[in-house]
C-alpha cells in the first residue's frame, strides 16, 4: 500500500534541493541553459534552446543526434570557436561568455583540443607529423626546449602506436594514420578536455576502431576528458555515456556499467537508457514510447513517494 506525499513531504524536499550544491560545481564542463542564435537574412534559427549538460573530469563522452539537432554548435562553443547568446557554459574554470577575444585564443591553446572530421583541417601539409605535433608547444608561449618538444612528439606518436609516421608528411600517411596523429597534435599541450567532430567520418569502419581505440588509450593512460560527436553508432556503443541531442536540448542518455554474473562470473556490459530533465524541469520523451501511446500536446501525471506517473492525456474520453 502507498500513501500520496503529504504538503510537509513536499515542502521538506523542497527545502532539500534549496540546500544542494550550485547547478555543475563538481563538473569539468557546464552548460546550463545555453542558447545560441543565428541570424540569416532577418530570420532566427536557434541552434541550441536551453541546454543542459554536465561532463566529469576523465569521461569519455559521445554526443549523438540528428543533422542540425545542435551538436556541432555545442562543440564549437566548447571549442571556443563559437559564443553563446545567452545562458552558461564553463569549461575545467573558463567562463566562455565573458572571455576576451586573447583569453579565447589562450583558451584554445592550452585548456581544449580539436580534432575535426576532414583529415587535411587537422595538418599542415608541409610539416612532418613531428613538426606538426611540437608547433602546437610553439605556439603556446611556454618556454619549452626543443629537445622537450622532440621527446612530447615521440612520446604522443608511440602512445597512439604511428611512431613509424614521425618524419612523414600527411600525404605519405593513410587517413587513419592522419587522425592518430591528428589526435596526438590535439594532446600535445595536455589539455583538460579534447573535442572530436565527426572523427571517423570520411573512415571506413575497420580504421574507425583504431581511432576509437586511440581516444580510448587517451582517456585511460593520459586522463584526458573527452568528448566525441559521431553519428557512428559502434563508436557510440563503445562508451559508457553516450547523450543524445535533439531540437537543440539534450533528450536522452545512454549508460553502460559493468555487471558479474554471480553464477557463471561472467561480465557483460548492460545498457540503461535515460530520459533528460533540464534545469527548468522539462523532459523530453522518446519519441517512439510517445507515439506508442498515443501521447501528444499533454500527458497526466502523479505524483508518488518514490516516482512520477506519466500516463496518456485521457480528459477528453466519455
Not at 587517451?218 to 555515456?241: C, F, K, S, Y
Request: glycine letters at 6%; charged letters at 25%; proline letters at 4%.
Amino acid at each position: 500500500m502507498t500513501t500520496n506525499p503529504t504538503l510537509t513531504d513536499l515542502a521538506h524536499k523542497a527545502t532539500q534541493a534549496r540546500n544542494r550544491p550550485a547547478y555543475g560545481h563538481d563538473a569539468l564542463i557546464t552548460c546550463d541553459r545555453l542558447v545560441r542564435i543565428f541570424t540569416t537574412d532577418g530570420v532566427e534559427v536557434q541552434a541550441l534552446q536551453g541546454l543542459d549538460l554536465l561532463v566529469r573530469e576523465g569521461e569519455l563522452l559521445a554526443l549523438v543526434g540528428a543533422s542540425g539537432s545542435g551538436k556541432s554548435t555545442l562543440m564549437n562553443i566548447l571549442a571556443g570557436l563559437d559564443t553563446p547568446t545567452a545562458g552558461a557554459a564553463r569549461v575545467a574554470g573558463h567562463d566562455l561568455l565573458t572571455m576576451t577575444a586573447k583569453d579565447r585564443l589562450a583558451y584554445r591553446r592550452a585548456t581544449v583540443g580539436f580534432v575535426w572530421q576532414q583529415t587535411s583541417r587537422n595538418l599542415l601539409p608541409y610539416l612532418t607529423a613531428a613538426q606538426n605535433i611540437t608547433l602546437p608547444i610553439q605556439l603556446s608561449g611556454a618556454r619549452t626546449p626543443r629537445r622537450a618538444q622532440t621527446e612530447r612528439a615521440l612520446e604522443l606518436l608511440e602512445l597512439l602506436e604511428v611512431a613509424d609516421c614521425r618524419d612523414r608528411r600527411p600525404h605519405q600517411m593513410s587517413g587513419g594514420q592522419q587522425q592518430r596523429v591528428a589526435i596526438a597534435v590535439a594532446l600535445a599541450n595536455s589539455p583538460a578536455v579534447l573535442l572530436a567532430d565527426e572523427p571517423t567520418g570520411e573512415l571506413d569502419s575497420h580504421t574507425a576502431e583504431q581511432i576509437f581505440a586511440a581516444f580510448r588509450t587517451a582517456n585511460e593512460q593520459l586522463g584526458t576528458t573527452i568528448v566525441i560527436v559521431t553519428h557512428d553508432q559502434a563508436v557510440a556503443g563503445e562508451v559508457r555515456r553516450t547523450v543524445a541531442i535533439r531540437d537543440g536540448r539534450t533528450s536522452t542518455e545512454v549508460l553502460r556499467r559493468s555487471e558479474v554474473d554471480a553464477t557463471t562470473g561472467h561480465e557483460t556490459l548492460v545498457a540503461r537508457e535515460y530520459a533528460m530533465l533540464d534545469r527548468a524541469g522539462r523532459l523530453q520523451l522518446p519519441k517512439e514510447y510517445t507515439e506508442a501511446l498515443g501521447m501528444r500536446d499533454r500527458v497526466a501525471l502523479e505524483l508518488e513517494p518514490d516516482h512520477i506517473g506519466v500516463w496518456p492525456d485521457d480528459s477528453d474520453r466519455d
